[in-house]
């Protein structure tokens, strides 16, 4: 199977505008779980409005916020796929350009010094692209996520020491909620990363938080983590926005890393109630569309 980057810039064009105006179903889902189990009256009245929100912005082919976040693409390449990675790269960085330009999508993107738009979405290291590698043979996925400013923002690390045990992770965690509070547009999904480097670390939690709902660590202690910290953090009181209610997050997600034995570090990353992404398979049969 040979990738054809004229096929990768649409295909990379057309996930982002999808992934702005297509909210996926487990996140409907979660919504109508919430809603249903949502005893405060500012709380649900919130809830009823946010999915009102999805279900105009749909019918309309509007955005479903006005946010068109940092681009992110991630890739996974099957056995027997045939591709230039350079080449790759840039027609992904292609089809984002042109989803902002031709659509036309609010650039987000701006220097961190100059704070100049150049109204692309696109700069330097942005978008951020992934790319790994699967046993699938003559299979490529493409996934876009939009990270909006307002979740982003509720990002943490912490570098603990093993002494510290995993009480230290739990309090780090539901700290780190009730400090993001509103800000971070609950109900939100409450990404963590536990192990590896710093760096990992903060990948694993963006990892955790852009997963989707009903999923489950593939770690045993990670999902036994994740089970007793979803439960928790809807007893805090935030709620929707952060006006009150049970409904403060969606779930909570923990992906797990190996680390060295003198430090355990961990980290927080939150995505939003339009927690958005969309999905492209490429085969050699055609392309199909999801989440």
């Not at 996926?24 to 929100?53: C, H, W, Y």
């Not at 100059?114 to 590698?133: K, L, Y």
């Not at 990404?191 to 955790?208: E, F, N, P, Q, R």
Request: with cysteine; aromatic share 4%; glycine share 10%.
């Amino acid at each position: 199977m040979q990738l054809d980057m004229t096929e990768i810039e649409t295909i990379t064009r057309d996930l982002y505008i999808r992934a702005l105006k297509l909210l996926p179903e487990d996140i409907k889902s979660g919504f109508s779980r919430l809603q249903q189990g949502e005893t405060d009256r500012t709380g649900r009245a919130i809830l009823d409005t946010m999915v009102e929100n999805v279900v105009v912005a749909e019918r309309t082919k509007n955005l479903l916020c006005q946010d068109t976040g940092i681009p992110i693409y991630n890739v996974w390449i099957g056995r027997d796929v045939a591709f230039d990675g350079v080449a790759l790269k840039e027609a992904i960085r292609r089809g984002c350009e042109r989803a902002t330009r031709e659509h036309p999508l609010r650039s987000s993107v701006v220097h961190p010094i100059t704070r100049q738009n150049e109204q692309t979405s696109c700069g330097a290291g942005v978008p951020i692209i992934h790319v790994d590698f699967t046993e699938t043979p003559e299979t490529v996925e493409i996934e876009m996520i939009p990270k909006g400013s307002g979740s982003e923002n509720g990002s943490f690390l912490r570098m603990l020491v093993p002494a510290d045990g995993v009480a230290a992770v739990k309090r780090f965690v539901i700290d780190r909620v009730i400090e993001a509070g509103g800000k971070v547009c609950p109900p939100t999904i409450v990404g963590v990363g536990i192990g590896g480097t710093s760096d990992l670390c903060m990948h694993l939690a963006k990892i955790a938080a852009t997963r989707p709902l009903g999923s489950v660590s593939a770690d045993p202690e990670g999902a036994a983590l994740e089970a007793e910290l979803s439960a928790a953090v809807n007893e805090l009181g935030i709620g929707p926005q952060g006006l009150g209610g049970r409904s403060t997050a969606f779930a909570v997600h923990v992906e797990i890393a190996v680390t060295h034995i003198t430090m355990n570090p961990v980290a927080v990353n939150i995505q939003c109630h339009s927690a958005r992404r969309a999905r492209a398979v490429l085969t050699p049969g055609g392309i199909r569309f999801g989440f």
